[in-house]
C-alpha cells in the first residue's frame, strides 16, 4: 500500500509540473492578447500586462518542456518585438531586437503547420513599425540615405506593405540612388496601392537621372497604356520621347492611336502639342546659330559683308511648319469640341507664335520700308491668333496662361493700353500658395 501511496504522489507531482510548465506558456499568451487589446488605446494601463508576459515567456523559453515549442518561440518573438518597440533606450531595445528577431526564424522553421503564423506577422509589424520612426526621423533630418536603410529594413519585414515600399523609393530617390528608387516603384506598382498615376509620372523622370532614356521612354509609354486618358501622362510621354530625339516616333504612334479612335479630341490635342513642342525645341538651335553668325560678324574685317548661316532659314521654315501642323490638330480637335479649352489656348498660341518671330525679326532690319513691311507681315498674322486668344480667356477667365498669351498679342501689335488692361486682370488673379 505504501508504494502505491507514494506512485500515487510521484505522479501527481509530475502532472502539477508539467501543468506549471505549460501555465507559464498559457499565462504568457493570455497576458500578451490583454496586453495587445489595451496598448493602442493606453500604454499605461497595459505595460504590466506586457511585463507579465515577458516574465513568463522568459521561464518557458528555459523549461526543457516548452522551450522548443513553436508556440514558445512565436510569443517570444510577438513580446520581445512590442517591448522594443516601447523601448526608448537604443542599447536596450537593440537586445530586445535580436531577441524578437531570433525567435522569429526559430518560429517559422519549427512551426510547420503556420498554426502560430499570426503571432509572427505581429512581431514583424512591430519590428517594422520601428524602422519606419526610425526612417520618418531620418528623412525630417534630411538624411536621405539613413531613411532609404530604415525604410528598406521595414520593408523586408512587411513586403506586401505600400507604405513601406513607398517611403523605400521616395527616400531612395531624394538619396539620388536612382536605381534602388526605380526597383521599389516598379514593387509598388505590382501591388494595388490606389495611387498608381503619381509613380508613373515619376518613372521616366528616374530612368532619364538613371541614364537609362530606353527605360524612360517604356515606362511612359507603359503609363499611357494604362491610363491613356490622363493629360499628365500624355504630356511626360511627349516631353520624354522629345528629350530623347523620338518626336517622329511619337507622331507615329498618336496618329496611329487617332485613326484607332477619330472622335477623341485629346489624340488631336496631343499631336498639336507634339508638334508645337517640337517647333519650340527648334527655336535653341536657332537662337544659337543667330549667336554664332553675330560673333562672327563682329570679328570680322571692316567692310566684309556678313552672310547668315543658310541653316537658320531651314529651321526657320521647318519650325514654321511645325507650328502650322500643330494649329491643323488643335483645329480637328475643335472640330468635335469648340470649347475644348486646352485646344483653344494652345490654338492661339501656336498661331500667334510666327507673328512673334516676325515681329523681333523686324526689330533687327534698318530700312524703314523693309521694317515696315515685316511689321504689316507680323500685324496680319497677330490678326489670325486673336479670336482663339480672346475665346480661351472666355472660356477661362482666370487662367494666367490664357491672359499671358492675350497681352503678348497686344503687345505685339502695339497697344500698350490693352497690354495693361490684361496685366491688371493677371495682377488680380488668386496668388497660388
Known amino acids: 500500500m505504501k508504494i502505491k501511496v507514494l506512485m500515487a504522489a510521484l505522479l501527481g507531482l509530475v502532472t502539477t509540473t508539467a501543468f506549471a510548465q505549460k501555465g507559464e506558456l498559457s499565462n504568457a ?97 512591430e519590428l517594422a513599425q520601428i524602422q519606419l520612426d526610425k526612417g520618418v526621423k531620418a528623412y525630417q533630418k534630411k538624411d536621405f540615405t539613413g531613411a532609404y536603410d530604415a525604410f528598406d529594413s521595414a520593408q523586408k519585414l512587411i513586403p506586401e506593405d505600400t507604405t513601406a515600399i513607398l517611403y523605400t523609393a521616395v527616400s531612395a530617390s531624394n538619396a539620388k540612388n536612382y536605381s534602388a528608387a526605380i526597383a521599389n516603384y516598379n514593387k509598388l506598382l505590382a501591388t494595388n496601392y490606389s495611387d498608381k498615376v503619381k509613380v508613373y509620372i515619376d518613372m521616366p523622370t528616374l530612368y532619364l537621372l538613371n541614364k537609362d532614356t530606353a527605360g524612360a521612354i517604356k515606362a511612359a509609354g507603359e503609363s499611357v497604356a494604362k491610363f491613356p486618358n490622363n493629360a499628365d501622362l500624355r504630356k511626360e510621354e511627349i516631353e520624354v520621347n522629345l528629350q530623347a530625339g523620338q518626336g517622329n516616333d511619337l507622331i507615329t504612334k498618336i496618329d496611329a492611336a487617332i485613326k484607332a479612335d477619330p472622335n477623341n479630341k485629346a489624340l488631336y490635342y496631343y499631336s498639336g502639342l507634339t508638334y508645337s513642342q517640337l517647333a519650340e525645341a527648334l527655336q535653341k538651335d536657332i ?15 571692316p567692310g566684309t559683308k556678313s552672310v547668315p548661316n543658310p541653316q537658320i532659314a531651314k529651321l526657320q521654315q521647318t519650325r514654321a511648319d511645325d507650328f502650322a501642323k500643330a494649329a491643323e490638330a488643335y483645329k480637328k480637335a475643335l472640330e468635335i469640341d469648340a470649347n475644348y479649352f486646352p485646344a483653344v489656348l494652345n490654338l ?16 533687327f532690319i534698318n530700312d524703314q520700308k523693309a521694317y515696315d513691311a515685316a511689321l ?58
Open 29 to 125: 499568451q493570455t497576458q500578451y492578447e490583454k496586453y495587445d487589446g489595451l496598448s493602442r488605446a493606453n500604454f499605461a494601463l497595459a505595460k504590466p500586462s506586457l511585463m507579465e508576459a515577458k516574465t513568463s515567456i522568459d521561464k518557458a523559453s528555459t523549461n526543457a518542456k516548452t522551450a522548443t515549442l513553436p508556440q514558445t518561440y512565436a510569443l517570444k518573438a510577438a513580446i520581445y518585438a512590442s517591448i522594443a518597440y516601447r523601448d526608448t533606450v537604443s542599447a536596450t531595445a537593440a537586445t530586445e531586437i535580436a531577441t524578437a528577431q531570433e525567435a522569429i526564424a526559430k518560429a517559422k522553421e519549427t512551426d510547420t503547420k503556420n498554426e502560430f503564423s499570426k503571432l509572427v506577422q505581429h512581431a514583424n509589424l
Open 287 to 301: 537662337t544659337k546659330l543667330e549667336k554664332a553668325d553675330k560673333k562672327a560678324a563682329a570679328q570680322a574685317k
Open 348 to 363: 492661339g498660341y501656336v498661331t500667334m507664335a510666327p507673328a512673334i518671330d516676325a515681329y523681333n525679326a523686324a526689330r
Open 376 to 433: 504689316k507681315k507680323s500685324d496680319a498674322q497677330f490678326a489670325l491668333a486673336k479670336p482663339y486668344l480672346l475665346k480661351a480667356v472666355e472660356l477661362d477667365p482666370q487662367s494666367p496662361d490664357a491672359l499671358t498669351n492675350l497681352k503678348s498679342y497686344y503687345l505685339g501689335i502695339r497697344d500698350t493700353n490693352g497690354a495693361n488692361d490684361v496685366q491688371k486682370k493677371i495682377d488680380a488673379l488668386p496668388k497660388k500658395n
